[in-house]
């Protein structure tokens, strides 16, 4: 079955450390995957995604996302974290039985908390 | 410009009641799609849509009805609203399909049925 997994409902990082949320996928051929972030009260904002090539992806805010095909992870990174990273941040992967569209499997979501 | 917005934004309702939530785009995408999302079961698919009158169910559609008689426009009617669709629902929507091509989502509806 397809599915994505995102194994910390919660991350804590210190503000101007480094920070990974990490996503693991299991589908069929080859995954395009996507990193959505939610603020409190707002709808999902895209921030990357995978599709091909390169396997660092970098998007909005300053994060990236590393695709790693063989432990079939995609990891959300950010070199030095702000306060206003803290929201959930959600792992998405294209279903692969979806022919013509476009449908997302998501994971549960990782909530992100940046102290001071 | 407003993207892809959502009405109401806050909607409480009581058992049994029928309702409805909005979703309008302006970008003219040909995918639009209905997720709910609950504490723990991050986004569930309801319905999609490739176009105008082309609707699907999607993971748990149970309790729905969608209707696209427009391209821009893709409501959710819950018939008999129950206590468990209490939720938070998002509308999304894309553009020609492709692997490559990313959702977009609206602002959210918050739902609470008495």
């Known amino acids: 079955a397809q599915s994505v997994a995102q194994p910390e409902d919660q991350v804590n990082v210190a503000e101007g450390n480094p920070l990974t949320v990490k996503c693991t996928y299991s589908v069929s051929g080859n995954p395009y995957l996507f990193w959505y972030v939610q603020y409190p009260n707002r709808g999902l904002q895209f921030l990357l995604k995978?599709?091909?090539?390169?396997?660092l992806v970098k998007g909005s805010y300053g994060f990236e996302a590393e695709f790693n095909k063989s432990q079939t992870s995609f990891h959300l990174k950010k070199p030095s974290a702000l306060v206003s990273d803290s929201a959930l941040y959600f792992c998405?992967?294209?279903?692969?039985?979806?022919?013509?569209?476009?449908?997302?499997?998501f994971g549960a979501g990782t909530r992100l908390a940046v102290h001071p | 410009d407003a993207g892809i917005t959502q009405s109401p934004r806050y909607k409480i309702t009581e058992t049994g009641r029928q309702v409805t939530l909005m979703c309008h785009q302006t970008w003219s995408h040909s995918y639009m799609f209905w997720y709910r999302q609950d504490l723990g079961h991050g986004l569930r698919l309801i319905y999609y849509s490739a176009a105008a009158d082309i609707t699907d169910k999607g993971e748990v559609p149970d309790g729905y009805v969608v209707s696209r008689s427009k391209t821009e426009n893709f409501p959710l009617t819950l018939e008999s609203a129950t206590r468990s669709q209490t939720s938070v629902y998002f509308c999304?929507?894309?553009?020609?399909?492709?692997?490559?091509?990313?959702?977009?989502f609206g602002p959210g509806t918050r739902l609470l049925v008495l």
């Open positions: 995978y599709i091909t090539g390169d396997n």
């Open positions: 999304a929507s894309s553009g020609v399909a492709g692997a490559q091509e990313t959702q977009y």
């Open positions: 998405a992967v294209r279903d692969a039985l979806s022919g013509g569209y476009n449908k997302l499997i």
